[in-house]
């Protein structure tokens, strides 16, 4: 398992980070993902390592930055 935490920006509330989280989950090999709206914290675990432009991207598509 690894786990890595990255910081998305622009979320404002409940639905951004279902939003985020719904997104991310989807990447291959991601088990967890926790989002905490107030630091905009995002913590990725997963079975492998995860390539932070599939994080970014799939970031991108809920409409949100990583930072």
């Given at each position: 398992m690894?786990t890595a935490t990255?910081?998305?920006?622009g979320?404002?509330?409940?639905h951004?980070?279902a939003?985020?989280t719904?997104?991310v989950?989807?990447?291959a090999g991601?088990?967890?993902v ?9 913590t ?11 994080v970014s ?9 990583l930072?």
């Amino acid at each position: 398992m690894t786990t890595a935490t990255y910081t998305v920006t622009g979320m404002t509330c409940q639905h951004c980070v279902a939003s985020v989280t719904e997104e991310v989950q989807e990447i291959a090999g991601v088990t967890d993902v926790q989002v905490d709206l107030a630091s905009g914290d995002l913590t990725v675990t997963s079975d492998q390592p995860v390539d932070r432009a599939a994080v970014s991207a799939a970031v991108d598509e809920a409409g949100y930055t990583l930072s």
